[in-house]
């Protein structure tokens, strides 16, 4: 079974790092882009960047660009994102998902919820 | 402010034929493929319709996507009380070099 499986959910301080993963297993990791989504609370999804594990080549969002970091190490087929100082509008849900060649995106990890609150 | 255009709310009885509207530029829909994705409450949003009108295994036929230009549609026939969910489109930007949302559909079954 193909599946993305995400770390767990965290509570932070504003101003502390963070790194959330993103796990995949039941095909070729470094075959496919794994995507960062965030929600905020209530509010619908946002596209914040993109990697290739392959190559670790990433592209992100003019909205995310220089606030955080995608990364990937395909040796353990996972990827990451992750911040150096976390503000409290961080606070949301972040997804993973895999981009298939049409362009679609399947599976999605089952999300990461990042609180950050003094 | 959202770079694909969807209604905020749809809503419908059960057995009904809804639809929900999807509009976006010729950096996005007007060149590339459409997706949309259905997100049930407290879950993590789902592949429902992909390449515009194509859906996965598992997905019943009452869901069917179109595209036409620079727009999108989803429709979803007889409606059922478990179809309650938001409904977000999705494409590709060449411009952005990323991928677009919508802002979202939230449907209510009557």
Redesign the interface.
């Known amino acids: 079974e193909v599946q993305l499986v995400q770390s767990g959910a965290e509570v932070k301080k504003p101003g502390e790092s963070l790194r959330i993963s993103c796990k995949g297993s039941g095909y070729s990791f470094s075959s496919f882009w794994i995507?960062w989504?965030r929600q905020m609370p209530g509010k619908?999804?946002?596209?914040m960047?993109?990697i290739s594990p392959s190559d670790s080549y990433t592209?992100y969002?003019?909205s995310f660009q220089g606030h955080v970091t995608i990364s990937a190490d395909k040796s353990i087929n996972t990827a990451y994102l992750q911040w150096s100082s976390l503000k409290a509008s961080d606070t949301a849900m972040y997804?993973c998902?895999r981009r298939l060649n049409?362009?679609?995106?399947?599976?999605?990890?089952?999300?990461t919820l990042v609180t950050v609150s003094s | 402010q959202?770079v694909l255009t969807q209604p905020p709310s749809a809503s419908g009885t059960p057995g009904q034929r809804v639809t929900i509207s999807c509009s976006g530029s010729s950096s996005n829909i007007g060149s590339?493929?459409v997706?949309w994705?259905r997100q049930l409450p407290g879950t993590?949003?789902?592949?429902l319709i992909?390449?515009n009108d194509q859906r996965?295994s598992g997905v019943p036929d009452r869901f069917s996507g179109s595209k036409s230009g620079t727009s999108a549609s989803l429709a979803i026939s007889g409606l059922q009380s478990e179809d309650e969910a938001?409904y977000?489109c999705?494409a590709?930007d060449d411009s952005?070099?990323?991928?677009?949302?919508?802002?979202?559909t939230q449907l209510t079954v009557l």
């Open positions: 995507i989504v619908g999804l946002e596209w960047g993109r592209k969002s003019p997804y998902a049409s362009g679609r995106f399947d599976p999605w990890g089952q999300g | 959202s590339n493929t997706n994705y993590a949003p789902k592949l992909y390449s996965p938001d977000y999705a590709w952005l070099s990323g991928l677009v949302f919508g802002g979202g």
